[in-house]
């Protein structure tokens, strides 16, 4: 391992940890969760989301339990341990597939705001190679850098939250979030899975656990992030709803950029949508990084090399040209909420790490034996 | 390497970033009029815009009182704010838009295309103050107005501040009216907005409401119909209720208060019950009332108030109910009340609102008399 770009293993406290956690957690599903899960759940679409942060506490509990079985070993190595090489190998891929197919879309989204809110003049390749570049420069500094750039876009989050739940105070109308105890509690946790899918992104522990200095702590910091970003998301969905409606709520792609479109402080302050696009570029450029690192490393790992720099560099311009595949905004958005809800949270986010828990707790009470 | 590196990221961010044409090249739109253009069909767009530097202050960076406008035709409404573009100074920037007037034509014909642009396209703003007028927009953004500020200032200044105090008008942001008309298809409110001459002089009136169903204007509620609405929605703040009590005249300030809708199931019909529940001040009596000695005095005002108010409530709800349209919200209150309910009557709720029995119960306090107890007789 390079100890010089400061991804020696371990090198991160449990607050960097969590911090990188709830940056990954918050940072695209602030913006987009609101819209689809309220699309299913209707007024109830604050609650979906608390009934899928409940999921997604169950999945983390999982885990955590599963990385700190192996506390030095990521997945990747770690499921050719539990299930042998071809299928470790196997399964290794799979999650790296996964994670190769949200720094796709991720990279994709994270140009939509800027296209449609800040300026349409910049053709979005521009967009997608100018922010793969500066992924690749952080890459290069290392994990340990990343994770100080996370605490701090993580304090600028805290005051947007607040600014969120603030600014559109005079328009809230209480009659739009009630009943309160849904009616139909078969929506409400239809809804919820579309949400807990989003937060279930917390399966990247099993590639950062390694990197923790304080195994002891993770199980602590991973859930209170996973508690943090569901109330904050929550939140959020809940705010939507009582000041626009469910109906203006679910038919918006990014309904808290309308949030804040809509909002107006005093007489004066308004058109704060700028607000939100400086808060989403901070966040899920962290997020790209993160990802980008997590792949770069598991690619490593999973090929026996030595170095990720050199897969990060092949990488780049493989993502940047899998992001221009959707031909518009509606696949972009799609595909998240069938295929990802689907297929990927039921299989790879849920599954998967409790087939690979119960193998190595059977294994390893076998070996006991 | 690393100087190197930091100077270059600091020049390029110095040089790079900033708005992609500079402030003067645009024209702050303030009012938005829209009317139907008869020639092809399409629509009128008419833009008032402030002439920068007229208000003697230094040229080009304070705004005056002093407007102009543009206009601009087209098939399509995009079509014909971009044909404004070619008439302005400069590029007409439309994300600051104050009020927004929608002529008698058009709002017969539909608003369906000018709420599907707004929204979708982030260049227009979303809280403009929406009204109808009786007439075309454009008469009004022409129009000569003595304000000595700004006419689109002057609108927002009345709807904001001034309905704290007037009842007889409503207004509402194109946010607001949204989700009215996109929530339920019953009807919604937007304001109404007329150009009158006084004494040889141009005046804007804002006064009662313009009804909308279907993104359709269908009529006009007047200024005294529009009262009941304003109490039935819980706007009013500083409102006066006046009436004739005995041989005076009373005028009563109500100072705070709350207005609850909720449908009650009994037996097996739906009823609204409306609770009112203020609490104000005299204002005025046209007489000399004993209020320190006559302790039953302020309990029939009490009771009198409590029935006026009632009364602006019953005329809205019968005129709502006699035009078969939901414009009072029931619909959203019952499906945020008895879901279940809702569900089973909202195919049929254009024919169930107007049967629907209404109990208002109004308590109002009067918790004061003003800074005098009783006045002495003038000789």
């Known amino acids: ?369 | 390497m690393r100087k190197v590196l930091a100077i270059i990221l600091v020049l390029a961010t110095l040089l790079f970033s900033g708005c992609s044409m500079p402030i003067e090249n645009y024209n702050l739109v303030l009012m938005f009029g829209i009317d139907k253009d008869e020639k092809t069909g399409g629509y009128e767009v008419t833009l008032q815009m402030p002439k920068m530097g007229s208000g003697g202050e230094q040229e080009g960076t304070s705004i005056g009182n002093e407007t102009f406008t543009v206009f601009g035709v087209g098939k399509t409404l995009e079509q014909a704010v971009k044909d404004a573009y070619v008439k302005a100074s400069g590029i007409p920037f439309l994300q600051h838009i104050q009020v927004v007037i929608i002529g008698e034509d058009v709002g017969k014909e539909g608003i369906a295309e000018m709420v599907d642009l707004f929204k979708r396209d982030p260049k227009y703003t979303l809280t403009p103050w929406l009204f109808t007028t009786k007439g075309r927009a454009e008469e009004i953004l022409n129009a000569e107005l003595e304000y000595d500020t700004l006419p689109s200032f002057s609108i927002v200044h009345t709807v904001t501040d001034v309905s704290k105090f007037n009842p007889k008008f409503y207004a509402i942001q194109f946010n607001k009216f949204l989700e009215n008309i996109e929530v339920l298809p019953h009807g919604a409110l937007m304001g109404r907005i007329n150009l009158i001459k006084e004494n040889g002089k141009n005046i804007l009136e804002i006064s009662g409401a313009s009804i909308y169903k279907d993104g359709k204007l269908i009529g006009m509620l007047d200024d005294l119909d529009i009262i009941g609405y304003n109490w039935l929605r819980d706007r009013y703040k500083s409102v006066d209720v006046s009436f004739p009590y005995k041989d005076m005249h009373v005028n009563i300030s109500i100072d705070s208060g709350r207005t609850r809708v909720r449908p009650v199931i009994r037996g097996n019909k739906l009823i609204y019950r409306i609770d009112v529940k203020a609490s104000g001040s005299i204002e005025h009596i046209s007489s000399y009332p004993d209020l320190e000695n006559d302790t039953s005095l302020l309990n029939e005002l009490n009771i009198v108030t409590g029935k006026k108010i009632k009364s602006y409530i019953n005329v809205t709800v019968k005129k709502a109910q006699d035009q078969r349209i939901d414009y009072l919200g029931f619909e959203k209150v019952l499906e945020h009340t008895y879901p279940e309910l809702w569900e089973q009557t909202k195919d049929d709720w254009d024919n169930i609102f107007p049967n629907i029995q209404v109990e208002i119960h109004t308590n109002i306090s009067i918790k004061n008399t003003g800074w005098i107890l009783d006045n002495p007789e003038i000789y």
């Open chain 1, 1 to 369: 391992m390079d100890k010089k770009n400061g991804t020696e293993k371990p090198c991160l406290s449990h607050h960097q940890y969590a911090c990188l956690i709830i940056n990954t957690l918050v940072s695209i599903s602030a913006f987009m969760i609101p819209s689809p899960t309220v699309y299913t759940s209707k007024q109830y679409g604050a609650l979906s989301v608390l009934i899928g942060l409940v999921q997604v506490i169950v999945i983390g509990y999982l885990v955590v339990k599963l990385g700190l079985m192996y506390p030095d070993k990521t997945v990747i190595e770690y499921s050719q341990d539990i299930l042998g090489k071809v299928a470790g190998k196997i399964v290794g891929l799979i999650f790296l597939l996964t994670f190769f197919s949200v720094n796709v879309l991720a990279l994709r989204q994270f140009t939509l705001p800027f296209q449609a809110f800040v300026s349409v003049d910049i053709p979005y390749t521009v967009i997608l190679i100018m922010t793969m570049i500066l992924v690749v420069y952080v890459l290069a500094k290392g994990l340990k850098t990343l994770s100080i750039c996370s605490e701090l876009i993580i304090n600028f989050l805290a005051i947007f939250f607040i600014l969120l739940m603030i600014l559109p105070m005079r328009n809230l109308d209480w009659i739009n979030i009630k009943p309160l105890v849904p009616h139909d509690w078969g929506m409400t946790i239809k809804g919820s899975f579309l949400s807990a899918s989003f937060l279930a992104e917390d399966i990247i522990g099993l590639m950062l656990i390694p990197y923790v200095k304080d195994k002891k702590k993770i199980m602590k910091s991973n859930q209170l992030a996973v508690l943090i970003s569901g109330l904050c998301i929550s939140g959020v969905t809940a705010v939507e709803i009582l000041t626009m409606g469910y109906e203006r709520v679910d038919s918006t792609i990014f309904s808290t950029f309308m949030l804040l479109r809509e909002a107006q402080f005093s007489q004066t302050l308004e058109r704060l949508e700028s607000v939100a696009i400086a808060m989403w570029g901070g966040l899920v450029f962290i997020k790209l990084s993160l990802y980008m690192f997590i792949l770069a490393e598991g690619f490593r790992e999973w090929l026996g090399l030595k170095d990720n720099k050199k897969i990060g560099f092949i990488l780049a311009p493989i993502i940047v040209i899998c992001s221009m595949i959707p031909q518009n905004i509606t696949q972009v958005v799609r595909f998240p909420n069938h295929v990802w809800v689907s297929y990927v949270y039921p299989i790879v986010l849920f599954a998967l790490p409790i087939l690979l828990l119960l193998i190595s707790v059977i294994k390893k009470r076998g070996e006991k034996n």
